[in-house]
């Protein structure tokens, strides 16, 4: 092999899984690549990486990632990977799952994780829909939009997702779609060196669902939308980021911000009450 | 191995039932327990987070039971002994997870101090009402491990037993507890750390690129791995080969979920715990288990001095059945009395093991009290007469 420079992500993958099950066209897989590039670029020794993810198509990353991975339930995999965490303090655990799963049947547990800010990097891939279980309406469906489950048209107001972790105290938050694949690829690797609970919501094509329904052509097309109407605003405030049905749309690192981790408050904490009857916690060595 | 001398609170001491048991996990080797308070449970985890800053171990109060019975198996599979706490309406919320765990072969234990439902129920008053949602609470067929404690003692002492059979059958087990037996205060004896058997978490030694973690090298469990040790495992809910991988065909899950029962069924006998009192030749035999076969050690004594033959069967494991334990007490008795708070549950495992050989009745209680020892004296004339 020497000479030839090995593509990154066919050292991350799982190649005796492939095929992977997902759709001509679907963004998920674009995500893995940047994903791959940037643990290249932050210099994550593989050993000391463990993906996470919860059920549905993005929820199906941990499975082709050649790391210590794990497919837990649905909505689950942030109090997974914050036990993780917790037992390997040593390790970048990343949590690799849908929009669904993180903001519905997840979403207690994404706020809480923020808010205790576990260290763990949350990559969401936003396709607007369920995708694994046929296109129904997700809490970032745009209004207006067609789901199995919203046939006239979806009349609940969404979240916006960047606003709602910042909120919570998430140390950086970015988004982009995966016509950004540079800055994506940029971003991950930010998020994996900075400590904390950092947070990447990835606009993504799902043609198969939740195109087809809302009569928005391919995989290309919506490429082509993302490309078109969406503005880089670095540090943009997040409580302007909102999306709407193939409105304009904000990308960019909207924040960064320092504060100690679960684990380091926690040592300080017991530090200064406990003294040298302290035992500070290290985890699994 | 021997417990860690270092964690051991070496003594005789006067605690309840949830501190024992609180002591019992660590004396385990238990060092991450994630929980979310619910009453009768709350005071295991209030000793533990008192406690863990003390020892290197981390407590983390979770923002729900669905997130604390799925966190502390990350934990576990990041190398730790961890354990949950909850009582009727966080188990209920953590189901899923114990199918998690039974499919993952997690080496998990779900302390359960168990109080009257359904629902809110009896906040604080007792019940043994969550025998069978501990058996069968998960969707999809598995093997779970179930110990009924009935003092502080043993609280203490069958947490370590908890710990111990979760290491060596790698599957959920439930350690349960009722409201009396976490509350009722009593002398605990904590040996010496070398007098405390501990067993270790088995991690394989073979080379990474050799190993599946599913796979079954030598006897029939698979061998423990953590995140880090360079195996790139993969784990998942779904039906998995011995690689790990989904594999969704009727074969592999046939395959999986048989070995996931087997395992365990294997070993009903070694798994079994129990204490068989005057059962040949008596006129009913009593089996009770928890607080409630405490109640029935003094009824017999009761009856007995009236002349009565009445045999006791306390049974600490409830899970796995022994149904060739039953089937050798039917042998030896006319009748069983099954003593439950709850309106019958085991009572349907000792029908269906003893094969409707002898009478079998039910001695009940709707929950939020114990079954007296004059309601049990009572009952025992009733079936002798
Ligand atoms: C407890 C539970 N409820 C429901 C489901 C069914 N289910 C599987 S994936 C999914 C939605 C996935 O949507 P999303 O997270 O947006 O991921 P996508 O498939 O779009 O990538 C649902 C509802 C499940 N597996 N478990
Ligand atoms: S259904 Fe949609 S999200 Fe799922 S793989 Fe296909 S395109 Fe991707």
Not at chain 2, 149 to 175: G, K, M, W
Request: charged residues 20%.
């Amino acid at each position: 092999m020497s000479g030839t420079p090995q593509n990154p992500v066919e050292k991350l993958l799982r190649t005796e899984r492939m095929p992977h099950i997902w759709c001509p066209g679907c963004g998920i897989g674009t995500s893995v690549n940047c994903f791959a590039r940037a643990l290249e670029q932050a210099n994550i020794d593989y050993k000391n990486l463990h993906v996470v993810s919860g059920i549905g198509c993005s929820g199906r990353v941990a499975g082709y990632v050649n790391v210590d991975s794990f497919h837990t339930t649905h909505g689950r995999a942030i109090p997974f990977a914050t036990g993780l965490a917790m037992a390997r303090p040593e390790a970048k655990v990343v949590v690799y799952s849908g929009d669904g799963d993180l903001f519905a049947i997840g979403g207690n547990h994404l706020i809480h994780a923020a808010r205790r800010n576990i260290d763990m990097t949350v990559i969401c891939v936003n396709n607007f829909t369920y995708g694994m279980t046929g296109g129904q309406v997700t809490p970032t469906t745009p209004y207006s939009a067609k789901a199995s489950t919203m046939p006239y048209g979806n009349f609940e107001d969404t979240f916006n997702l960047p606003n709602l972790v910042d909120a919570c105290g998430a140390v950086f938050v970015a988004r982009w779609t995966i016509y950004h694949v540079r800055q994506l690829t940029r971003s991950m690797t930010k998020a994996l060196n900075t400590p904390g609970f950092s947070f990447i919501e990835v606009l993504s094509p799902c043609p198969t669902l939740y195109q087809r329904r809302n009569k928005l052509g391919d995989g290309v097309m919506m490429v082509q939308y993302f490309k078109e109407r969406s503005t880089i605003e670095n540090g943009a405030n997040t409580a302007d980021v909102a999306l709407g049905f193939q409105g304009d749309i904000v990308v960019g690192e909207f924040v960064e911000r320092e504060r100690p981790t679960f684990i380091q408050n926690y040592n300080t904490r017991m530090e200064q009450v406990l003294g040298d009857a302290f035992v500070p916690y290290e985890g699994v060595k | 191995m021997k417990a860690d001398p270092k964690a051991v609170n070496t003594g005789t001491h006067f605690i309840d039932g949830n501190e024992a048991c609180a002591e019992g996990a660590i004396a385990a080797g238990c060092r991450f327990v994630a929980g979310y308070p619910i009453t009768p449970s709350t005071e295991v985890v209030e000793h533990i987070s008192r406690r863990f800053p003390r020892l290197g171990g981390l407590f983390i109060q979770m923002e729900d039971e669905i997130a604390s019975s799925i966190c502390f198996q990350g934990a576990i599979w990041g190398g730790l002994k961890a354990m949950t706490v909850t009582s009727g309406p966080g188990l209920s919320l953590m189901m899923e997870h114990v199918g998690l765990a039974a499919i993952t072969e997690t080496p998990s234990v779900f302390v359960d101090v168990q109080r009257a439902g359904p629902s809110t129920g009896l906040p604080t008053l007792p019940a043994q009402q969550d025998i069978m949602q501990a058996r069968w609470g998960s969707h999809g067929d598995y093997e779970v491990i179930a110990l009924a404690p009935n003092s502080p003692q043993e609280c203490f002492d069958h947490a370590i037993t908890a710990f111990n059979l979760a290491e060596q059958y790698r599957c959920p087990v439930f350690f349960m507890m009722d409201e009396c037996i976490g509350h009722m205060l009593g002398k605990v004896k904590i040996p010496a750390a070398d007098q405390i058997e501990v067993v270790a978490r088995k991690f394989t030694s073979r080379p990474a690129g050799e190993f599946e973690p599913f796979r079954i090298y030598d006897g029939d469990q698979p061998e423990m791995v953590r995140a880090g040790m360079g195996h790139a495992i993969h784990t998942t809910g779904l039906t998995h080969d011995e690689r790990g991988y989904p594999a969704m065909n009727p074969q592999t899950q046939d395959t999986l979920i048989r070995r996931l029962r087997n395992k365990i069924l294997d070993h009903t006998d070694e798994i079994s715990i129990y204490e068989a009192d005057q059962i040949d030749g008596s006129d009913v035999t009593i089996v009770a288990y928890g607080v409630t076969a405490r109640v029935a050690e003094y009824a017999v004594h009761l009856a007995r001095k009236e002349g009565l033959k009445v045999g006791l069967l306390r049974l600490t494991t409830l899970w796995p059945f022994n149904d060739r334990l039953i089937r050798e007490v039917a042998d030896n008795t006319k009748s069983f009395i099954v003593a439950e708070m709850n309106l019958g549950q085991m009572v349907h495992e000792v029908e269906r093991a003893s094969r409707s050989k002898i009478p079998v009745h039910l001695l009940d209680h709707a929950g939020g009290g114990i079954i007296e020892p004059e309601t049990f004296v009572k009952k025992i004339k009733e079936v002798v007469r």
